[in-house]
């Protein structure tokens, strides 16, 4: 059985840098598209980070973290991260990891089929 969990969110100022932690079991997260979302209040969930499995071997970002987001993987600890940096009050959301089927990487959520639980970023001016 899939299931997810993420964690490593937390309250910081604008300009620092949080890494997200998704513990993934029940598959090898090197075999699975691996994403991560976010969601701020009132507003539609948001496709942060994508990466493909290690046979694709591709990330895609959305335009709003490019440069400063970066996700990867490590398949020995079966751990997907989402390293942010350079922070701004604008990436304060719920981010939640996902798990997808085979397939190169996307931000299209209709793709994922398995979510994390979520953690919450907040991000001060």
């Known amino acids: 059985q899939v299931h997810l969990v993420g964690s490593g969110g937390g309250s910081i100022e604008a300009g620092g840098s949080l890494t997200l932690s998704c513990a993934a079991s029940?598959?090898?997260?090197?075999?699975?598209?691996m994403g991560w979302f976010r969601q701020a209040p009132g507003k539609e969930r948001e496709g942060v980070a994508a990466i493909s499995p290690d046979a694709f071997d591709g990330t895609v970002y959305a335009s709003s973290v490019k440069g400063r987001f970066a996700i990867s993987r490590d398949n020995a600890k079966g751990t997907v991260y989402l390293q942010m940096n350079s922070l701004n009050p604008e990436d304060t959301a719920m981010y939640y990891c996902?798990?997808?089927?085979?397939?190169?990487?996307?931000?299209?959520?209709?793709?994922?089929?398995?979510w994390g639980q979520g953690t919450q970023v907040t991000v001060s001016s």
């Open positions: 029940g598959f090898p997260v090197g075999s699975r598209l």
């Open positions: 996902a798990a997808a089927g085979f397939g190169s990487a996307t931000l299209d959520a209709r793709a994922y089929v398995a």
